[in-house]
């Protein structure tokens, strides 16, 4: 079956680096839009960056760009997100999400999802 898994995950103290590795399963993660979006406890899930297909496009959000990568390897079927100067305010459960389509920051238009992986900035 289709399956989008993160890991990479972890705690960290501010200004530490992170990197997340989604790793796509019977699909060809190259052939879709992927984004990775973060939910914060009582908050909604907000997209943090996203890769177009055949990588032709990133985007990221206010927020983390300049601090954050988003990178494909066809090879290993598997997009990153390298996080750099986490700050507390990252903290939150990541997911990566794919779509046919364009890159968007709403969670609506992705039809596959990973269990999400946890981020903790803390000193």
């Known amino acids: 079956q289709v399956q989008l898994v993160e890991s990479g995950g972890g705690l960290v103290q501010p200004g530490d680096s992170l990197r997340l590795s989604c790793a796509a399963s019977?699909?060809?993660?190259?052939?879709?839009?992927v984004g990775w979006f973060r939910q914060a406890p009582g908050k909604e899930r907000e997209g943090v960056s996203c890769?177009?297909?055949?990588?032709?496009?990133?985007v990221y959000t206010d927020s983390v760009q300049g601090r954050f990568t988003i990178a494909r390897d066809n090879a290993k079927n598997t997009v990153y997100l390298q996080m750099s100067s986490l700050k507390p305010d990252d903290t939150a459960v990541y997911y990566c999400?794919?779509?046919?389509?364009?890159?968007?920051?709403?969670?609506?238009?992705?039809?596959?999802w990973g269990q999400g992986t946890q981020v903790t900035v803390s000193s």
């Open positions: 999400a794919a779509r046919l389509g364009a890159c968007s920051g709403s969670v609506t238009p992705y039809q596959y």
């Open positions: 890769m177009s297909r055949f990588g032709a496009t990133t």
């Open positions: 019977k699909f060809t993660v190259a052939d879709y839009a």
